[in-house]
T-cell receptor, first 114, second 112 residues
Framework: KAGVTQTPRYLIKTRGQQVTLSCSPI?????VSWYQQTPGQGLQFLFE???????NKGNFPGRFSGRQFSNSRSEMNVSTLELGDSALYLC?????????????FGPGTRLLVL | DAKTTQPPSMDCAEGRAANLPCNHS???????VYWYRQIHSQGPQYIIH???NNETNEMASLIITEDRKSSTLILPHATLRDTAVYYC?????????????FGTGTRLQVTL
């Protein structure tokens, strides 16, 4: 079974631009979660989508948004990029059916904002 | 979800057992203990989880104290490929495992 894939793997943007990151979950998984990892703040939860609906949300500004499609693929969008948005963005998928389930993480998209 | 405390770093000789402690003194009865690890520049990888009984799988063993206020992840025969940051996470059974709150973790360095 193929793992979680994320595209692109690397991205360079400038301040004020917007960016869209994509995540394809493991086949059959309906939950996709997004995380931001920075050296200063560590790994922080952004949001989770389950069956095309946002089910959980972290403490990030409205510039960070996401969506999920009927095939469970998910996209994350960051508008009006700031230097502090430079980070590794990780997505993870799971069946979404209960607490005793494993989250499988993708390799991440490394975003650099100049 | 309860807060966890882990030592920032540990060293272990290759072939020896690595014992990684985690303190979760405020854990409540309906919270699970999960362990993930992150090898440099990769996404985190699930290792093991438990509620109150000790657990073992092909990767590791998890020992949870009787009062559940602390736990230890044991890698029985550490190899160089086990060098990573290990995260201990507590998750409520009333929530979902889809929202993980990562602490700073323990950086395990396995040496020859």
């Amino acid at each position: 079974k193929a793992g979680v894939t994320q595209t692109p793997r690397y991205l360079i943007k400038t301040r004020g631009q917007q960016v869209t990151l994509s995540c394809s979950p493991i086949s059959g998984h309906r939950s996709v979660s997004w995380y931001q990892q920075t050296p200063g703040q560590g790994l922080q939860f952004l949001f989770e989508y389950f069956s095309e609906t946002q089910r959980n949300k972290g403490n990030f500004p409205g510039r960070f948004s996401g969506r999920q499609f009927s095939n469970s693929r998910s996209e994350m969008n960051v508008s009006t990029l700031e230097l502090g948005d430079s980070a590794l963005y990780l997505c993870a998928s799971s069946s979404g059916q209960g607490v005793q389930e494993t989250q499988y993480f993708g390799p991440g998209t490394r975003l650099l904002v100049l | 979800d309860a807060k966890t405390t882990q030592p920032p770093s540990m060293d272990c000789a290759e072939g020896r057992a690595a014992n990684l402690p985690c303190n979760h003194s405020t854990i409540s009865g309906n919270e699970y203990v999960y362990w993930y690890r992150q090898i440099h520049s990769q996404g985190p990888q699930y290792i093991i989880h438990g509620l109150k009984n000790n657990e073992t799988n092909e990767m590791a063993s998890l020992i949870i104290t009787e009062d559940r206020k602390s736990s230890t992840l044991i890698l029985p025969h550490a190899t160089l490929r086990d060098t990573a940051v290990y995260y201990c996470i507590v998750i409520s059974t009333t929530g979902t495992a889809s929202k993980l709150t990562f602490g700073t973790g323990t950086r395990l360095q396995v040496t020859l």
